[in-house]
């Protein structure tokens, strides 16, 4: 399964061109950080990919056909989602809240049966969190419930993952821990997209970028090389260093003292 | 799981033995009062199974009872069962049939049906469509404000609660001191006392497919109930399920104030009752609420007919219970209101 996005160009009716002239293309087994500041389309361009969105122009192609052309459900097959953080409304227990990812495979009045609880069991205990399988949805932490999300799209059993922001509002252990996720299952084969604010993110997962910029400035490189201190200053307009730290041989991203 | 799955079909048995048993209660009880042996004789000779022995316990039973008790059970079961899909669709607890006009609409459409003489089939007609384009017209105002949040669409409703009541007002104004008058009066109230056969006929094929086709859709409303950006990332057709749901909900609550008058409360307090005994799955608790709805409603009616000489009217009932009742409610789960 390859997910490839051609020339796409997004703008709301009337509005500024948001996202203009994107192209790269998502594999499994391999993970993308995009990044950008804020409001430069990086949400925009994620919901396009995840046909949430319809883009202006341009497309969106699984193994080569236009998804347009796919029905929803299909595309859903191929394709997991990991919104933004939700509380939801009502008490749902993580389990109720995980199977809901099998619902792409599922008939309109279809339920859940035991193979489909067993699904979303297995996602769980992938993402090691089947301690929390009776508990509340919207009563555990914000931790925990990125991790209840992602086992959603795991059950959901896609070649491709996208997450919005799955680092936003965590402490630091918990975003650490969400990356080794990623890690992990790009070993396992799916294709990850996610959206981040932190260049580090990308530098750790030693990630391909996709770089929103202003003025819908768009780079896309294979490897981290792109990411140096003047890219990064024209970028965020701040100054920051990448620099090799050998205790962790890797490049890291990090401002200098303040 | 296994355990929760027992301990919900230990609930649904529960409440239908609790249900039927007090369905044969109410048909015993009331000013013409007879024993449960009485009504199973009565109801076996009509089967044909022996020969019956009172002329007027039949008449009683059949022509007045059986028809009140099916109609109080089905149209419990509609409001709480349509307050729960709209709650769930919503993703709001405090939504209820009245809350997004529904029932006022449905009330202007039967006033105008009883101010134009129509008959019951044409009133029930009435009350539907009314309802219908009331709530599609409380759905399309956030729309309009491009402003979806769940605050909107409480206000949108009271909006159109408000200009739906109005011009009930106005019906009335014109009908003042006629026959019609009274005749809307009554039925705003909320009463099923003269309930008949016929209704129990005509809105019987609207119960069935429209709770079987909610009940069967209910797994959909839990991922519904998590928001549009996820039913849509799982593939599902938001606008089709949200507008299909919203439409079998309102074709029950219309049908049930088509036959019943306006009644209060059931639509609200059911739902948060079902989602405490069952937990929030819709799979769940649909049926659940369903069965209570159906068994307060039983309670409410045979009160008001059997606790005083005087019919007491039942949103008067629903409310003096409902609402003392929710409190309780809030109090039992204030941890987990937000």
Known sequence: MKITIENLSFSYLGGPMICRDISFSIEPGHVIAILGPNGAGKTTLLNCIANLQLPTSGRVCIDKKDMRQIPPKEVAQAIGFVPQLIVPTFAYSVIDYVVTGCAPRLGMFQRPKQEHYEIAANALELIGISHLAQKYYNEISGGERQQASIARAIAQQPAIILMDEPTAHLDYGNQIRVLQIIQSMAQNGYGVVFTTHNPDHALSLDAAVAV???NCDFHYSKTNAILNKGFLRGLYGVELHVCNIPEVDRDVCIPPRI | ???????????????????????????????????????????????????????????????????????????????????????????????????LGVTSGACVGAALAILLGLGVLQRQLFAFFFGIGAVCLTVMIPRV????????????????????????????????????????????????????????????PIFLIGVVLLLCLSWRINILSFGEVEARSLGMNVPIFRGGLIVIASLLTASAVSISGTIGWIGLIMPHLGRMLAGSDHTKMLPVTALLGALFMLVVDTAARAATSLEIPLSILTGLLGAPFFAWMLFRQKASVR
């Open chain 2, 1 to 99: 799981m296994m355990k929760n799955k027992t301990s919900f079909i230990r609930l649904i048995i529960l409440l239908a033995a609790l249900l039927v048993g007090g369905a044969m209660l109410a048909l015993c009880v009331g000013r013409y009062s007879m024993n449960p042996f009485d009504v199973l004789r009565a109801i076996g000779s009509r089967l044909g199974l022996n020969t019956s022995t009172d002329e007027t316990m039949e008449t009683v039973l059949f022509v007045i009872r059986i028809p009140r008790v099916f109609a109080a059970m089905m149209v419990g079961a509609m409001l709480s069962v349509s307050g729960a899909v709209y709650q769930g669709v919503f993703r709001n607890p405090l939504v209820s049939p009245e809350f």
């Open chain 2, 145 to 204: 404000m491009r402003n979806t949040s769940n605050l909107m669409l409480v206000l949108a409703g009271m909006i159109v609660r408000g200009f739906m009541d109005s011009v009930l007002g106005v019906m009335k104004f014109i009908a003042e001191g006629t026959v019609e008058m009274s005749a809307i009066v009554f039925w705003q109230m909320g009463s099923i006392a003269s309930i008949k056969g016929t209704d129990i006929v005509a809105i019987s």
């Open chain 1, 212 to 214: 929103m910029g202003k």
